[in-house]
């Protein structure tokens, strides 16, 4: 299996990157995991979210290939950590494709992005940064892996 986490723009919270660092890490021990960071929009004006999204998209596309495409959005579905481990094993069993967790930048995912995902998750009801975002689906990443391989994981 292979895991790729695909935002826009580094985590510039140095606590967050950290914190992403160390869930990355700790996946690698289970199977391949990458981070991959496009660049953020530049030279376009914040009171334009549809030329941010636009911007970030297309650099976020060149990444998506033949993966399993997992979107985090704030109208995606929503699951239990256990739900999760069971999506991640059934892809990993019956799938060669590699799964994609994309991670929209601070507008989100451009629809047409939407649009691709073969899930949309949510991660909460709640309102998360986007860099708090990263390290919360990494972590989950994470547990969902402990409990595939049927290691403990404290609550």
Known sequence: MELVFLWPGKTKNRHLRALQEEFLSRLQFFCRARIVETAEARGVRENQPGRVLEAEARGLEKHLQDGYIICLSDKGKMMTSEELAGLLEKQAMFSARKIVFLVGGFLGLSPDLLKRADLQLSLSRLTFSHELARVVLLEQVYR????????SYPK
């Open 144 to 151: 969902a892996m402990n409990l595939i391989k049927g290691y």
